[in-house]
């Protein structure tokens, strides 16, 4: 007679950890995100309001409706003029102000105001995908175990005279 397969076997929890390493893993992929991004944000304090010079539209598709903003804008430190580009989804038109953050001793190294906006949530979205990522293995470790000590128990009961 064979036996039906039970969904709630053990094989079925140790996706469950594998999640749960799935999650630590990507807060872990965040985390170094994040530092990067501090470090950015230590250096680069020099706040630029830069004028957008031209702004180009991206229409999105059927996948990813949104549309993206490709803004070209231009600032000088120190005597010296930079031109750069950024994209996003946020609406801008010629004329307006671009909120950077440049580097002083490398004027070419830059964030934006969205980024530093950012990163007071990133700290938020690491902690909660690492909670997710160590609730899942705990769960399915104690849940491994109580199923093993459980059939474990049970095989040792059939095999009394």
Not at 134 to 155: H, P, Q, T
Request: hydrophobic share 30%; aromatic share 14%.
């Amino acid at each position: 007679m064979q036996r039906s397969r039970d969904p709630n076997s053990i094989s079925s929890w140790f996706f469950i950890i594998l999640c749960g390493i799935f999650a630590l893993v990507y807060s872990y992929c965040l985390n170094v995100k994040y530092n990067n991004m501090e470090q950015k944000i230590y250096e680069c304090t020099l706040e630029i309001q830069a004028p957008i010079n031209n702004v180009k539209t991206y229409d999105g598709n059927e996948d990813d409706p949104e549309t993206d903003y490709e803004v070209f804008f231009t600032y000088s430190v120190n005597g010296k003029e930079y031109s750069k580009t950024d994209r996003g989804t946020s609406t801008y038109k010629v004329g307006d102000t671009y909120h950077i953050f440049c580097n002083p001793d490398d004027p070419d190294e830059w964030i934006t105001w969205t980024d530093v906006n950012y990163q007071d949530n990133a700290m938020r979205d690491i902690l909660e995908f690492k909670t997710m990522g160590i609730g899942c293995i705990a769960v399915g470790i104690v849940i491994i175990l109580f199923k093993a000590l459980r059939r474990k128990r049970n095989y040792g009961d059939h095999n009394k005279p």
